[in-house]
């Protein structure tokens, strides 16, 4: 069965890091685009970053570009995203996911696989 698990999120001040992990199980991952995505509260889940299955193609948000790093391990069947610079905006669940299909995306709904989420707070 094919499972996406993140970890890494937790408190941090406005200005701070946080490194997510998104451990992917039961098949492997790695021809697969894998995304990151954010939902706060009362808001529909957003695009953040994503990357082709090889790497070498990478999308962020304008939110975040410059501040985030999207990354993957394909030999771990990890991708990372890298937070620098964090904003009280930056608040929210965030989400890993895979698609099945080589083109990337930056819509929720062309997704596949999704992990449960990790929290990232960031306070001021």
């Known amino acids: 069965q094919e499972q996406l698990v993140e970890s890494g999120g937790g408190l941090v001040q406005a200005g701070g890091s946080l490194r997510l992990s998104c451990a992917a199980s039961?098949?492997?991952?790695?021809?697969?685009?894998m995304g990151w995505f954010r939902q706060a509260p009362g808001k529909e889940r957003e695009f953040v970053s994503a990357?082709?299955?090889?790497?070498?193609?990478?999308y962020y948000a304008d939110s975040v570009k410059g501040r985030f790093t999207i990354s993957r391990d394909n030999a771990k069947n990890t991708v990372y995203l890298q937070m620098n610079s964090l904003k009280p905006e930056d608040t929210a669940v965030y989400y890993c996911?895979?698609?099945?299909?080589?083109?990337?995306?930056?819509?929720?709904?062309?997704?596949?696989?999704w992990g449960q989420g990790t929290q990232v707070t960031v306070s001021s």
């Open positions: 996911a895979a698609r099945r299909f080589t083109i990337v995306t930056m819509e929720p709904a062309s997704y596949d696989y």
């Open positions: 039961g098949r492997t991952f790695s021809s697969y685009p």
């Open positions: 990357l082709s299955g090889g790497g070498g193609m990478r």
